[in-house]
């Protein structure tokens, strides 16, 4: 048959160099973000059980690891902090000693501007009820007040070293709180990547375990977005760009990717996008199995979510992955 009434989309399929060649998403070790969690008082780390191969970090090993990544290649890193002591407004978040600071100003001091450092800004790891804000008495979390929390632990990230800071709490005006405060003490250079479209996921639960951030009462949909909703995302982005948010972020990502798709081809800023604890246990658990091929089930989420248009991707498997593609 000379000219059959087909198009043969094979021939570009026939050999890995022709489909290496025509591949329209690549992905890069630079693209990617390693979460990584601090806990004060320990003397060694402590294993995560439903996430394996993540721990909890003394600063030492948070140091160590923060090199292997540098040496990794990987983008960057965005740091979380667990305290020994909570309390009702999560004092620890911007005390100049606290875990998450202090570790900030040491991976600064090890590494300048090697990695780029990421301050995850919110207070669920620093109160003792768990909620992302402070509580009225009646066990509301408290918009404007909690505002005034962020402003302070923003300027004290900055001070610690963070090179961005990620507010993730939800809170309405949460980017222009941080970006006035700031602005006033000396960091206008200083960008925010918001988490803009954060939704209320199942997907969470194993970061609470890493995190111990769980709520004492109640969730947290009463501030993260209701998963069935995609116009409000785009509401929720446009009004941190409109307050002064330099990166915007969509999380999760697996589940959302109509969402980061949508967020990509309305903005122009960079759009990152956080695949999360149970998006990382669940492949985890299948792979442990021998449900799926890790390697293989792995590198193909983190080439979805850039193929559905998130430039950054904040992975559990940032360094393992940039490793596979050197
Ligand atoms: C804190 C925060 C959470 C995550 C990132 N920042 C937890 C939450 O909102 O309940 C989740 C990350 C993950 O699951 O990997 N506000």
């Given at each position: 048959?000379?000219?059959?009434?087909?198009?043969?989309?094979?021939?570009?399929?026939?050999?890995?160099?022709?489909?290496?060649?025509?591949?329209?998403?690549?992905?890069?070790?630079?693209?990617?973000?390693l979460?990584?969690?601090?806990?004060?008082?320990?003397?060694e780390?402590?294993?995560?059980?439903?996430?394996?191969?993540?721990?909890?970090?003394?600063?030492?090993?948070?140091?160590?690891?923060?090199?292997?990544?540098?040496?990794?290649?990987?983008?960057?890193?965005?740091?979380?902090?667990?305290?020994?002591?909570?309390?009702?407004?999560?004092?620890?978040?911007?005390?100049?000693?606290?875990?998450?600071?202090?570790?900030?100003?040491?991976?600064?001091?090890d590494?300048?501007?090697?990695?780029?450092?990421?301050?995850?800004?919110?207070?669920?790891?620093?109160?003792?009820?768990?909620?992302?804000?402070?509580?009225?008495?009646?066990?509301i979390?408290?918009?404007?007040?909690?505002?005034?929390?962020?402003?302070?632990?923003a300027?004290?990230?900055?001070?610690?070293?963070?090179?961005?800071?990620?507010?993730?709490?939800?809170?309405?005006?949460?980017?222009?709180?941080?970006?006035?405060?700031?602005?006033g003490?000396?960091?206008?250079?200083?960008?925010?990547?918001a988490?803009?479209?954060?939704?209320?996921?199942?997907?969470?639960?194993?970061?609470?375990?890493?995190?111990?951030?769980?709520?004492?009462f109640?969730?947290?949909?009463?501030?993260?977005?209701?998963?069935?909703?995609?116009?409000?995302?785009?509401?929720?982005?446009?009004?941190?760009?409109?307050?002064?948010?330099?990166?915007?972020?969509?999380?999760?990502?697996?589940?959302?990717?109509?969402?980061?798709?949508?967020?990509?081809?309305?903005?122009?800023?960079?759009?990152s996008?956080?695949?999360?604890s149970?998006?990382?246990a669940?492949?985890?658990a299948?792979?442990?199995?021998?449900?799926?091929?890790?390697?293989?089930?792995?590198?193909e989420?983190?080439?979805?979510?850039?193929?559905?248009?998130?430039?950054?991707?904040?992975?559990?498997?940032?360094?393992?992955?940039?490793?596979?593609?050197?």
């Open positions: 048959m000379t000219s059959p009434g087909f198009a043969r989309g094979r021939r570009l399929r026939s050999t890995p160099a022709l489909r290496r060649l025509t591949a329209q998403t690549r992905l890069a070790p630079a693209d990617f973000v979460p990584v969690f601090v806990k004060q008082g320990i003397d780390p402590v294993p995560i059980s439903s996430m394996p191969g993540v721990v909890q970090h003394t600063l030492d090993s948070l140091r160590k690891a923060a090199h292997e990544a540098a040496e990794a290649g990987i983008g960057g890193l965005i740091l979380f902090g667990i305290p020994s002591e909570k309390d009702p407004v999560g004092s620890q978040a911007d005390a100049a000693d606290g875990i998450v600071n202090v570790a900030l100003q040491q991976l600064r001091d590494l300048g501007d090697e990695l780029v450092l990421m301050a995850d800004l919110c207070l669920c790891e620093y109160t003792d009820h768990g909620h992302c804000g402070v509580v009225t008495p009646a066990g979390v408290d918009n404007d007040p909690t505002l005034d929390r962020y402003a302070a632990v300027i004290a990230q900055a001070q610690a070293g963070a090179h961005v800071i990620a507010p993730s709490g939800m809170m309405d005006g949460q980017v222009a709180a941080i970006r006035r405060a700031l602005d003490s000396g960091f206008t250079e200083t960008p925010i990547l988490y803009a479209a954060k939704y209320a996921s199942g997907f969470y639960g194993p970061f609470r375990e890493a995190a111990e951030g769980a709520p004492q109640g969730d947290r949909s009463t501030y993260q977005m209701d998963p069935p909703n995609a116009h409000e995302a785009l509401r929720e982005v446009r009004q941190d760009l409109a307050e002064g948010a330099d990166a915007v972020m969509v999380k999760p990502a697996l589940p959302y990717l109509d969402i980061v798709r949508a967020v990509a081809d309305a903005v122009d800023v960079p759009v996008a956080y695949q999360v149970g998006e990382y669940m492949l985890e299948a792979a442990a199995n021998g449900w799926v091929d890790r390697q293989r089930a792995i590198l989420t983190l080439t979805a979510i850039r193929r559905a248009g998130a430039g950054t991707v904040l992975t559990y498997w940032a360094v393992e992955a940039a490793r596979w593609l050197r």
